[in-house]
């Protein structure tokens, strides 16, 4: 059995790039080493606690601040939180970091082309949003500020699913891993 500190791993990327993907399958091997976790993904977290908040800026801002704060409380109960997020403002990420913590918070930058993205998308929001019936659609008609320093970068249009939670496992036993 590993043993780590609670912390937050937060997942950040184009919508497509594979962040609900890879927060189960990071999830799954935590468990399996016996690490309390849990995944706040953008999707379940819009649906369920934030069904009031739009896709203007100040909306998605306060839909990454309630993520955070979500993250530090179960940081504070021992629980590491996974979470699968476009935040795609970059002054949201370091909000994030703050409310989190900068010794329990990891960036994890999902590096991957629009092309890529929109090939994965079962959807079509893509095709939606260049036609213009989706307003406000990240990386289309609304901003996603790629991170300037992440804490890793995962390029999921080169790697596998598998090697992409490898890099992310190596990387968390490098930072958290207890003897």
Known sequence: MISYPSHTLWLTGLSGAGKSTLSRRVAAHLREHGIPVCILDGDELRSGVSPDLGFRREDRSENCRRTAEIAKL??????????????????????????????????????????????????????KATTGQTPQFTGISDPYEVPVSPDLVIETGALTVTDSVARIIAFEEQRFARA
């Open 74 to 127: 179960l940081n504070s109960q021992g629980i590491t939180a996974v979470v699968a997020l476009i935040s795609p403002y970059a002054a949201d990420r370091q909000r994030a970091r703050e409310i989190v913590g900068d010794d329990r918070f990891v960036e994890i930058y999902l590096k991957t082309d629009i092309a890529t993205c929109s090939a994965r998308d079962p959807k079509r929001l893509y095709a």
